[in-house]
């Protein structure tokens, strides 16, 4: 195994993320907990020094499993991590009744790693409200030594991680991004990294598979990378894009069964970066599959002039392009959730006046009647 320096101590460089443990029957509240605690203990005992769980994992349940099962090791043989759900609001003003109630199911007396959970639109102005006293109480916790180290995970834009930087910037000991080679331009995964990096930083990284999307390419793009690199699997090019980007410290893959995580544990046995052509190329790849499954927005706004509804149309066509191109998901319905009602794309009247100036010739209304129904907004 891999192992990255972070301040004084060494972190396995993939980590366990506990958000996709094997479950029961399809339902995702029900952990089989002894395919995980097999999972849990192979990790452990072959090099993974890094658990990440959550507040709302497997509903719930994923803080318990990583208690009940990890508790058996010596604590300091192991790095914690989970999160203060704010994704949910109405959790803003419970900071210190959750945190307590995670030490309590995670069987333990601190977290090494503790996060602000998914700061996005829908929840930067409660994170940066000091009448929650988050950051006070977070901070206090640290002191106490219940925190060894705190950070925050985002699935927001660019200014949204500007705003809680400019703010809480300073605290900061680490990013959670979601980064992979799919979204370094789909989901503008570039200029968040750049921005994190440019303020020293350490990355760590969810989703690097695309919720298991990466490990299963297109039959001509897969045969394509195999010129380059024979013996890679298709999982191994994914981790292989984030070993070639500097700063990134951890990598987290929710892994289902044994197989995945012996596979992906193989591939972290060494560091083998892209070089810059086969970097340039996976990329380009991976742009190429996203263009196929999208509509041809180029953001010129020519839309938007013509909407007697005045929909944001290229926000919602690019939201609309991550939804149908990745197969569902939380991202778009959060990011539409965020958005003011009389945005939603259900508003659009199906007048077309945004059709007759649309350099590209999209078929807009159809497409915001179709997303409305994808996502019941």
């Known amino acids: 195994m891999i192992y990255r320096d972070f301040q004084n101590i060494k ?11 094997p479950v029961v029957k399809g339902n995702d509240a029900e952990i089989d907990e002894a395919a995980a605690a097999e999972m849990i203990d192979y990790a ?3 090099g993974i020094n890094y658990f990440d769980t959550a507040w709302g994992y497997h509903n719930g349940n994923s803080e318990l499993v990583a208690g009940k099962y990890l508790s058996k090791y010596p604590r300091d043989s192991y790095y914690l991590a989970t999160k203060f759900p704010g994704y949910d609001l109405s959790n803003m003003n419970k900071v210190e009744e959750i945190f307590e109630k995670q030490l309590e199911k995670c069987q333990t007396t601190y977290f090494d790693f503790y996060l602000f959970h998914n700061v996005y639109e829908g929840n930067v102005d409660g994170y940066l409200n000091p009448d929650y006293g988050i950051m006070k109480y977070l901070l206090k916790q640290k002191n106490n030594g219940r925190i060894r180290h705190l950070g925050f995970s985002a699935h927001g834009s660019v200014e949204v991680m500007k705003r809680f930087l400019d703010v809480y910037g300073e605290h900061m000991e680490f990013c959670q991004l979601q980064l992979n080679y799919m979204d370094w331009h789909f989901q503008g995964a570039k200029e968040k990294y ?30 394509q ?7 890679e699997n298709m999982p191994a090019w994914a981790f292989r894009f984030l070993q070639t980007l500097p700063g990134v410290t951890m990598v987290l893959s929710g892994m289902s069964n044994m197989e995945q995580l012996k596979e992906n544990m193989a591939t972290w046995k060494e560091d083998k970066p892209l070089t810059t052509e086969e970097f340039e190329k996976l990329v380009s790849f991976a742009d190429e599959e996203t263009r196929k499954g999208g509509l041809p927005c ?39 959730a965020s958005m003011p009602k009389e945005q939603h794309p259900s508003n659009c009247v199906g007048c ?16 915001m009647s179709e ?3 994808m996502i019941g907004m």
Not at 204 to 215: D, Q
Not at 306 to 324: D, G, R, V
């Open 371 to 373: 997303f409305s129904s």
């Open 44 to 46: 452990y005992k072959n």
């Open 298 to 336: 180029t953001a010129c706004h020519y839309c938007t002039s013509h909407c007697p509804q005045s929909l944001p149309i290229p926000e919602l066509i690019a939201l609309y392009n991550e939804h149908k191109i990745t197969g569902g998901g939380f991202l778009a319905p959060m990011a539409v």
């Open 225 to 231: 990378l195999k010129k380059m690199r024979e013996d």
């Open 11 to 21: 972190l396995s460089g993939m980590g366990l993320g506990m958000m996709r443990l």
């Open 352 to 367: 077309r006046s945004c059709e007759q100036v649309c350099p590209q010739q999209i078929k807009i209304s159809q497409a």
């Open 194 to 223: 750049e921005l994190i990096q440019k303020a020293n930083i350490p990355v760590w990284v969810m989703e690097p598979l695309r919720g298991g999307k990466l490990a299963n390419v297109p039959e001509d793009m897969a045969a």
